[in-house]
């Protein structure tokens, strides 16, 4: 590294062909003949102090010899030593701040056509914090400046985890070890057993594997549809690559995260086991169905699409105001595939197209696109032109049901069902109340003392659920698990309707009208 120049002299510096990087020794110290082969490291020493070549722990040891050298950590080249690690810090934020300089420039996407540009994942998504979103009052845009500090203290933050990794620490995130007890362990894999049930409690599940339901269960479908063998994927690579899916959700968000991930992708197992569905599924169909519900709301920040375009976002930029959270979602899933490397065995052409097919599933899921999805798919079923041999039909079916599952949980047991919905609302109310905070236009279904959580899921089921549920009875019938789900809607909506007027004043129950908010104010909410 450049920082690294000045610490040691010019007298001390050797280059090894066989390895083609830098290695220093002192110059009293004849160079030995290089006895070790050609992927291990050379024992190199200097003053007696063994150096290895990975450069984590030569730091530290350098680290150790500088403090010996100067009298102690606490001695005068503290100083010195806090300049070196600010300008390590410095230049793997500019690194990070040139890339976004280039995602910015090439990176903008047009849904609407397939030859869409790709590019790396950026990093994770920035705390919606609108101290750090000041917007000029007189052009009411956010600095620019600002912006780029929001990017660059995000990116750091990545750069700093993968640094920790590198460097042999264990990472600061309550779900990263995976300890467990045997118990939990056997409870775990018999709950697994019955992965396919409709009342799959995904709470304990997650419970059971000390908050890595995401992963585990990924791992158990791969393994029960044959994927990992029908693509030769590398076990390393694809528990890398689903460890970063799961990371990258945010466990403080109360609905958006990890556990709604795995709760979608338990769904979108029982829909592909649909016999109607199942019979013609190919394997790739099964692959592009279980990662894009996995991934379908990766690093959501916690507040919807409205809230970031009129505190003008750069994502919102990015994006042009356009499916800008599930373009997000894609983006970020495409990123972390090439991170992985986990498709890097197949060729370019079927790994773009995996990538492309990917996008068109998690895009499916925007809500303002329902009316555009839920006509086409009536227009199917009343033609009666499905035809599922076919690639397109089938790729337009688990769209359908890639939405169905996202939007499940009034079809849930009401035990479930009624903690989804409580965390979906405390979410809407998290955003109503940072809206607040800045003396912001409070959103739609936002106002925790003007929208009850009955009354957001009455108009939720009622306009959302639905016409989409009736429509997958249609296709689906006849059907054990979707005569279930529709029977636990009609029930859960009764249920929210007794709580709703029980909690609301006999004198203005007459001037609320049934069924919850407008379809305009339900579909502000993705």
């Not at 040891?61 to 010195?80: C, D, F, I, M, T």
């Not at 009536?378 to 790729?395: G, V």
Request: one cysteine or more; proline letters at 5%; glycine letters at 8%.
């Amino acid at each position: 590294m450049p920082v690294l120049e000045g610490l040691w002299g010019p007298d001390i510096q050797m280059r090894d062909s066989g390895l083609g990087v830098d290695v220093r020794v002192c110059p009293d110290e004849a160079p030995s003949p290089p006895v070790w082969g050609p992927l291990r490291t050379p024992p190199i020493t200097c003053g007696g102090l063994s150096l290895a070549l990975e450069l984590p722990a030569l730091i530290r040891q350098l680290r150790a010899v500088w403090r010996a050298r100067r009298g102690g950590p606490g001695g005068p080249e503290k100083s010195q030593e806090s300049t070196w690690v600010e300008s390590e810090k410095e230049e793997g934020k500019q690194g990070v701040e040139d890339g976004s300089a280039h995602l910015a420039a090439d990176g903008r996407l047009n849904t609407g056509h397939a030859g869409v540009l790709l590019v790396e994942r950026r990093g994770s998504y920035p705390l919606i914090d609108l101290r750090i979103l000041k917007t000029s009052a007189q052009q009411g845009e956010v600095e620019a400046g600002t912006r780029r500090k929001v990017k660059r203290q995000l990116s750091f933050q990545r750069y700093c985890q993968a640094s920790r990794l590198l460097r042999g620490a264990m990472p600061n995130t309550t779900g990263s070890l995976h300890l467990l007890d045997e118990n939990y362990l056997g409870q775990a894999a018999h709950m697994l057993s019955k992965v396919g049930t409709w009342n799959f409690d995904i709470f304990l599940f997650d419970r059971l594997t000390n908050g890595n339901s995401l992963v585990t269960l990924m791992c158990h479908l791969f393994n029960v549809y044959g994927l990992v063998h029908h693509f030769q994927l590398d076990m390393i690579k694809l528990h890398r690559f689903l460890g970063m899916v799961q990371d990258d959700y945010h466990s403080q968000n109360p609905y958006h995260n990890a556990v709604h991930a795995a709760d979608v992708t338990q769904a979108m197992y029982c829909y592909l086991k649909e016999p109607k569905l199942a019979e013609q599924l190919s394997p790739l169909d099964m692959f592009l169905a279980l990662m894009a519900a996995a991934a379908h709301d990766v690093d959501h920040p916690g507040v919807n699409q409205p809230f970031l375009i009129k505190t003008r976002h750069h994502l919102a930029s990015l994006y042009q105001n356009t499916s800008v959270l599930e373009s997000h979602h894609w983006r970020s899933t495409v990123g972390m595939l090439r991170e992985s490397g986990l498709l890097s065995h197949l060729p370019a052409d079927i790994s773009q197209d995996i990538e492309q097919q990917l996008g068109s599933l998690i895009l499916a899921t925007d809500i303002s696109r329902q009316n555009e999805f839920l006509s086409t798919f009536r227009e199917h079923l009343d033609n009666q032109d499905l035809d599922l041999q076919l690639a397109s039909h089938r790729h337009f079916i688990l769209q359908i049901a890639l939405k169905c599952a996202d939007i499940c949980n009034p079809c849930r047991v009401w035990e479930l069902s009624r903690q989804w919905s409580e965390r979906v609302c405390e979410e809407f109310y998290r955003q109503g109340d940072l809206e607040r905070k800045f003396d912001m236009e409070v959103s739609p279904l936002c106002n925790q003392q003007a929208d009850s959580v009955p009354a957001i899921q009455i108009g939720f089921i009622s306009y959302i659920v639905e016409p989409l549920f009736d429509e997958w009875h249609r296709f689906t019938e006849p059907s054990p698990l979707s005569h279930t789900m529709m029977g636990h809607i009609h029930k859960n909506k009764a249920s929210w309707s007794r709580l709703r007027y029980a909690n609301t004043p006999s004198d203005t129950q007459a001037e609320e009208p049934e069924g919850g908010g407008g379809r305009g104010e339900v579909e502000g909410i993705s």
